[in-house]
């Protein structure tokens, strides 16, 4: 069997049992979901947005995902749920005064501690690393603890003062359980807008039908009056036909010269028994035609004539 030299194998190394189930370090999983994209994973920056189900993303890692929806990410499916930017709400989050960052660790030999926060309650002061359990409103994005909330209670946000509802109020990084009924209030609130948009369509075709069906069939009051506008012109051209006729019957009248027949033959002016002073404002006038004295001598040229 191999044992030369005297070597005697235990149990354990000859006979395989069941494999150990891999624990994850709860720590761990509190730093990656309060620090890190839930889409992207990389580190949280600001603008940060969370969905109707309380994971937190970076929103430029949103957009992205809203641009190329392509099916061979993995990471996608976490986000799924986001059919818009409309689903989900930037984040109004309140600094961590305690928390340094990456400043003080120029030379890379400083220790990180993972459970300090970035973020604080504003109303309380807990941080925001996972021990406790943090909230947001819907409404307005302002984010709080949940012992904030049930100490103080108020139907208005604690910060911007925006009025609020129990439905606006969504657990941020719940249990499974909290997940679910976050679920179960999305599919019904989308399921309202849905419904509320059908039910204005029909309203909108309603109201659009309607003037068509006045205007085939218009009442009295609609046939008798007319628009100011409409009315002001007709009256304005039956005044200005109604001059006209008057001016040509008094012409004639006057025995002015009009029209004449087709047949007859065409008159001079200076022929007609009109006045001089009448026939002065003609061109064929002697007062209008110039005599050689008067007229130039020189005549000008153009140059694109030639």
Known sequence: MGCDGGTIPKRHELVKGPKKVEKVDKNAELVAQWNYCT????ILRRPIVACELGRLYNKDA????????SSEKALGKAASH??????????????????EGDKGNTKGDKHDDLQRARFICPVVGLEMNGRHRFCFLRC???VFSERALKEIKAEVCHTCGTAFQEDDVIVLNGTKEDVEILKKRMEERRLRVKLGK??????????????????????????GVGKPEETSLESREKKISSTSK???????????????????????????????AYKSLFTTHSSAKRSKEESAHWVTHTSYCF
Do not use: H, M, Y
């Not at 889409?39 to 990389?42: A, N, P």
């Not at 949103?62 to 929806?69: G, H, N, S, T, W």
């Not at 309607?210 to 609609?222: A, H, N, Q, T, V």
């Open 198 to 223: 059908k039910a204005k369509k029909p309203k909108a075709a309603e109201s659009v039908s309607k003037p068509d069906i006045s205007e085939e069939f218009p009442g009295p009051s609609k046939l």
């Open 140 to 142: 307005c994005g302002c």
């Open 82 to 99: 986001i059919k818009s930017i409309k689903n989900v709400t930037e984040l109004r989050l309140s600094d961590n005064p305690a928390w």
């Open 39 to 42: 889409l992207s994973q990389e």
């Open 246 to 276: 008057n001016a040509a019957t008094n012409g004639s009248s006057s025995g002015k010269a009009g029209k004449p027949p087709c047949g007859a033959a065409k008159r001079s002016i200076a022929d007609s028994e009109e006045s001089e």
């Open 62 to 69: 949103v957009i992205e995902f809203l641009l190329d929806k």
